[in-house]
T-cell receptor, first 113, second 114 residues
């Protein structure tokens, strides 16, 4: 059974800092990995999708990398802003007939003004 | 348009009520999903429809009954729920199943069972 772990569970940094969120998964047989942000009480906003054949994806100040063989992904946020405060969730789409996403528990990020 | 809509936003129901949650997407996606998210927990998969056929039922209790009337609509029928079923119910869609597409989520329905 696929398990996804995110480190750290919570992070608080001053505005303007660059930061890295970590995600690891136990079964490397994945189709893709997706990063989401979730604001309190809201739905999930997709940030980046990395297919299993890709090494990284970039969108604006966000860069996500994938090392499938070691079961790891990182989300890099450059020049953080207070509006980046949210919970960031990593999710993997595994094979073996499981069509849904398996999520990590998330990193709760606070950017201090 | 990358929007998934869900109604209602909030729902309060008693344990003897019957209610339905609705989800709609107009992106031409052929896979739709229901997830359940308890407070301070990650979403957990409940059901997957691929090409309007139920392909995955993650051993969800029968008091939850999904329905996919067409490729744009997904319903979740609720009956005889328990207070522990109170949660945020999220709908998602992707271009197709089998992990080839990005999943887009709706804003969710906050369900409270009294």
């Amino acid at each position: 059974k696929q398990e996804v772990t995110q480190i750290p569970a919570a992070l608080s940094v001053p505005e303007g800092e660059n930061l890295v969120l970590n995600c690891s998964f136990t079964d490397s047989a994945i189709y893709n990995l997706q990063w989401f942000r979730q604001d309190p009480g809201k739905g999930l906003t997709s940030l980046l999708l990395i297919q299993s054949s890709q090494r990284e994806q970039t969108s604006g100040r966000l860069n996500a990398s994938l090392d499938k063989s070691s079961g790891r992904s990182t989300l890099y946020i450059a020049a953080s802003q207070p509006g980046d405060s949210a919970t960031y969730l990593c999710a993997v789409h595994s094979g073996g007939g499981a069509d849904g996403l398996t999520f990590g528990k998330g990193t709760h990020l606070i950017i201090q003004p | 348009d990358t929007e998934v809509t869900q109604t209602p936003k909030h729902l309060v129901m008693g344990m003897t009520n019957k209610k339905s949650l609705k989800c709609e997407q107009h992106m031409g996606h052929r896979a739709m999903y229901w997830y359940k998210q308890k407070a301070k927990k990650p979403p957990e998969l409940m059901f997957v429809y691929s090409y309007e056929k139920l392909s995955i039922n993650e051993s969800v209790p029968s008091r939850f009954s999904p329905e996919c009337p067409n490729s744009s609509l997904l319903n979740l029928h609720l009956h005889a729920l328990q207070p522990e079923d109170s949660a945020l119910y999220l709908c998602a869609s992707s271009q197709e199943g089998r992990g080839l597409g990005e999943q887009f989520f709706g804003p969710g329905t906050r369900l409270t069972v009294l």
